[in-house]
């Protein structure tokens, strides 16, 4: 393993800028070590009083949508303006397979090169929860070190992009024309999540669909009750490949973003964002003691039994688990 650097030396390289130590500060959080544990919690402490200033927008979209062309033709663009953009990626696939939907292929490679940008897929071997939580943090990471634009992305075909809207300011959902909501895979609560919808690869002979979609897709959205935001979410067309309709799109974030600032929302939305955070890492917290619990883990093997053969229902067996494991907490 690599040696550590001291918590002065992650946080003087974060404020700096400089995208090796930045690197080593990722990798130190997303570690399961107690020692590096520490040592995490004591650079976040430092930075945080950096962080929070950028503009954090989640991309969602099934596979083959575009989401990594996407990315790179919007990187470059936020880039042109002189501005520092980081891509994070929440791939919920890392555990399961080993290997991951969004990081087995060269992406991005443009944007990679370029000094102004600064790319990180998500961490492999860590739960859902823990990739929530690592992303959440590398995100202020990279707020510190003085990038003004997050880009988190995601893969839009399961609970993932819920986590991502649970962290991001504007949430962009990227969809085809022509291919059906079914095909698509794409659920009617991800739309309802958007700020924005974007029709992808609206280049060809596929401009006429893209463009007959924007009028579907807008009477699709109409029935859905009004954002808090005061937004109306917006349906627009792309192409990524051409790198057409992106720069619009990145004008439409930075209206949301003033508008929202104005009104309020904007705040409201991150506050509650950190008060759902907290919980949710109760919850994660309370589940491990639980099932860390040395008595309850014994225990639990007969319970798990005595379920399955229909001896006992599971709600008293759940609920005598928690009394044994209150009454054994501090053992
Ligand atoms: P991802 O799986 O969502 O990251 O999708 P990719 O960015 O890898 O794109 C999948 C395929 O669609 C690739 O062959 C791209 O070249 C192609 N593609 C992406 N964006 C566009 C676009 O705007 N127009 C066209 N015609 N093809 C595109």
């Known amino acids: 393993?690599?040696?550590?650097?001291?918590?002065?030396?992650?946080?003087?390289?974060?404020?700096?800028?400089?995208?090796?130590?930045?690197?080593?500060?990722?990798?130190?959080?997303?570690?399961?070590?107690?020692?590096?544990?520490?040592?995490?919690?004591?650079?976040?402490?430092?930075?945080?009083?950096?962080?929070?200033?950028?503009?954090?927008?989640?991309?969602?979209?099934?596979?083959?949508?575009?989401?990594?062309?996407?990315?790179?033709?919007?990187?470059?663009?936020?880039?042109?303006?002189?501005?520092k953009v980081a891509v994070l990626t929440v791939d919920p696939s890392s555990k399961k397979t080993g290997g991951s939907i969004l990081a087995d292929k060269t992406r991005m490679e443009e944007l990679s090169r370029d000094p102004l940008a600064f790319i990180r897929p998500s961490a492999s071997g860590l739960s859902l929860g823990g990739v929530a939580r690592s992303t959440r943090e590398t995100m202020l990471l990279c707020e510190a070190a003085g990038y003004e634009v997050i880009i988190i992305e995601t893969v839009g075909v399961g609970q993932s992009e819920t986590l991502v809207k649970g962290m991001s300011d504007f949430f962009l959902l990227l969809m085809l024309a022509g291919a059906g909501d079914e095909l698509q895979g794409i659920k009617k609560g991800i739309m309802e999540m958007a700020d924005a919808v974007a029709i992808n690869k609206a280049d060809g002979a596929n401009k006429i669909s893209a463009e007959l979609a924007v009028t579907e897709y807008q009477n699709a959205l109409h029935l859905f009750p009004k954002s808090d935001s005061d937004f109306i979410t917006k349906v627009v067309t792309c192409s990524a490949l051409e790198g057409t309709g992106i720069a619009s799109l990145w004008e439409l974030i930075t209206e949301y973003q003033q508008s929202t600032i104005q009104n309020g929302y904007f705040e409201k939305n991150r506050q509650a964002q950190n008060l759902e955070w907290m919980h949710n890492y109760i919850r994660q917290l309370l589940e491990g003691l639980f099932y860390e619990n040395t008595i309850v883990k014994k225990a639990i093997v007969m319970s798990e039994k005595s379920v399955k053969e229909g001896n006992e229902l599971p709600v008293p067996a759940a609920e005598l688990l928690l009394d044994l494991f209150m009454k054994n907490l501090l053992k």
């Open 1 to 83: 393993m690599r040696q550590r650097l001291s918590v002065e030396a992650y946080t003087k390289g974060v404020l700096s800028g400089d995208t090796i130590i930045l690197s080593r500060a990722i990798t130190l959080i997303e570690s399961k070590l107690k020692n590096d544990k520490l040592l995490a919690k004591a650079v976040l402490e430092n930075i945080l009083p950096y962080t929070g200033k950028a503009m954090r927008v989640g991309i969602t979209g099934v596979p083959g949508v575009g989401k990594s062309t996407f990315i790179e033709a919007f990187g470059k663009h936020i880039t042109s303006l002189k501005k």
